[in-house]
């Protein structure tokens, strides 16, 4: 009840914010981590999703990353409950941190 209300009020302003990136997980990154299935590396983050608002007024984010090389795709969540909390990758099972991000060079 209280995230639907939440959602009502604020939920559209928050798609299209692009201010204070919160965590450094957008899209076209690249991240650090081992594809479930062919083990190659990295990951390439495909999509960002707005999922819910926390309690804490935080907002969750759906990851889809996706393999350059066999094209399997996995998912895992951004401030999962409360912000700063990273879920696991779904079909890799590996811990996923901010670290991960390979930093563009340009
Ligand atoms: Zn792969």
């Not at 951004?78 to 941190?97: D, F, L, M, P, W």
Request: aromatic share 10%; charged share 30%.
């Amino acid at each position: 009840m209280f995230i639907y209300e939440y959602d009502h009020e604020y939920g559209e302003d928050k798609y299209g914010m692009v201010g204070k990136p919160a965590d450094p997980f957008q899209e076209n990154c690249r991240l650090n981590i081992q594809c479930g299935k062919c083990h190659q590396q990295p990951m390439v983050i495909a999509e960002r999703n707005v999922m819910d608002v926390n309690r804490d007024d935080s907002t969750q984010y759906q990851i889809v990353i996706s393999c350059p090389y066999c094209r399997t795709s996995d998912e895992f969540f951004v401030n999962q409950g409360r912000e700063g909390k990273i879920s696991k990758a779904k079909r890799a099972h590996q811990r996923i941190t901010p670290a991960d991000v390979i930093k563009k060079d340009n």
